[in-house]
């Protein structure tokens, strides 16, 4: 069983950072990448960054410059950065991994920004 925990969400003003983690736990086979995607009310969810196991990394258009991610390999975690956030980037965000074998999905973190 694989489990996938996030933390560092929260309620911040529009120009602050937070830092969002997630942990897998379990029997994860051979972790291809590891990204975070976000869904605010009433849209679709989206791509925010990724990394793969070499280190290459993905960023929305929305979010580069801004957003930065990295993952410590020997934990099985990864980290997403957001500074200077803006009332729009308010959404559930979701850790995945992807393995050879299959996807997993985190629960989900809050981030609220306030104007």
């Known amino acids: 069983q694989v489990q996938l925990v996030e933390s560092g969400g929260g309620l911040v003003q529009a120009g602050g950072s937070l830092r969002l983690s997630c942990a897998a736990s379990g029997s994860i086979f051979s972790i291809n990448a590891m990204g975070w995607f976000r869904q605010a009310p009433g849209k679709k969810r989206e791509l925010v960054a990724a990394i793969t196991n070499d280190g290459r990394t993905t960023y929305a258009n929305s979010v580069k410059g801004r957003f930065t991610i990295s993952r410590d390999s020997a934990k099985n975690t990864v980290y997403l950065r957001v500074s200077s956030l803006k009332p729009d980037d308010t959404a559930v965000y979701y850790c995945?991994?992807?393995?050879?074998?299959?996807?997993?999905w985190g629960q989900g973190t809050q981030v609220t920004v306030s104007s």
């Open positions: 995945k991994v992807e393995t050879l074998l299959k996807d997993y």
